[in-house]
T-cell receptor
Framework: DGGITQSPKYLFRKEGQNVTLSCEQN?????MYWYRQDPGQGLRLIYY???????QKGDIAEGYSVSREKKESFPLTVTSAQKNPTAFYLC????????????FGEGSRLTVL | AQTVTQSQPEMSVQEAETVTLSCTYD???????LFWYKQPPSRQMILVIR??????QNATENRFSVNFQKAAKSFSLKISDSQLGDTAMYFC????????????FGTGTRLQVTL
């Protein structure tokens, strides 16, 4: 079945450590997105990529980094510079930048201890 | 910047009744999409319904329908014959096409369906 796979589902990190969240899709979609979800704030865009080897900052990119070396993969690194990293992270993809809705993964819950 | 506003943080409806969730948005563009997503306790985001701005006819998907008022920039979701499985967070979102197209979400409405 086609879909988006995020891993790990739950992750604990000590302060000062970087952590990478995986996002893989087999939908052959061009565009991929990372959102952060906090209680009462909806979803906020961190980074997005409309094509391989290219990506743009979203509304809250500080403290995060991404890469898009392959069409199916869009990993997100939460760096130690991110001041409040505990959150629920959602990856999504879309067929093209101007087509259709987003399809979402099941999310990753990051907790900083 | 695009904004989406959901003014109802929480709502409750009895099973089999009808409920309407409100959403307004702000845009200066002509070409855009609007969506309602559902997020149940599993936290998986599920598309409920979509509307293309150029279409005047309101979208309908089984028990879900929208009231799209383009001039007023309003996009409400009506759920008919509510079921317990409709209990979830509902997010309104807008997508503006173009070189920097991205989905903008509202803050969500928590819907509780009761017996």
């Amino acid at each position: 079945d086609g879909g988006i796979t995020q891993s790990p589902k739950y992750l604990f990190r000590k302060e000062g450590q970087n952590v990478t969240l995986s996002c893989e899709q087999n939908l052959n979609h061009d565009a991929m997105y990372w959102y952060r979800q906090d209680p009462g704030q909806g979803l906020r865009l961190i980074y997005y990529s409309q094509i391989v080897n290219d990506f743009q900052k979203g509304d809250i990119a500080e403290g995060y980094s991404v890469s898009r070396e392959k069409k199916e993969s869009f990993p997100l690194t939460v760096t130690s510079a991110q001041k409040n990293p505990t959150a629920f992270y959602l990856c999504a993809s879309r067929q093209g930048p101007n087509t259709g809705e987003l399809f979402f993964g099941e999310g990753s819950r990051l907790t900083v201890l | 910047a695009q904004t989406v506003t959901q003014s109802q943080p929480e709502m409750s409806v009895q099973e089999a009744e009808t409920v309407t969730l409100s959403c307004t948005y702000d845009t200066s563009e002509n070409n855009y999409y609007l969506f309602w997503y559902k997020q149940p306790p599993s936290r998986q985001m599920i598309l409920v319904i979509r509307q293309e701005a150029y279409k005047q006819q309101n979208a309908t998907e089984n028990r879900f329908s929208v009231n799209f008022q383009k001039a007023a920039k309003s996009f409400s979701l009506k759920i008919s014959d509510s079921q317990l499985g409709d209990t979830a967070m509902y997010f309104c979102a807008s997508l503006h096409t173009g070189t920097a197209s991205k989905l903008t979400f509202g803050t969500g409405t928590r819907l509780q369906v009761t017996l």
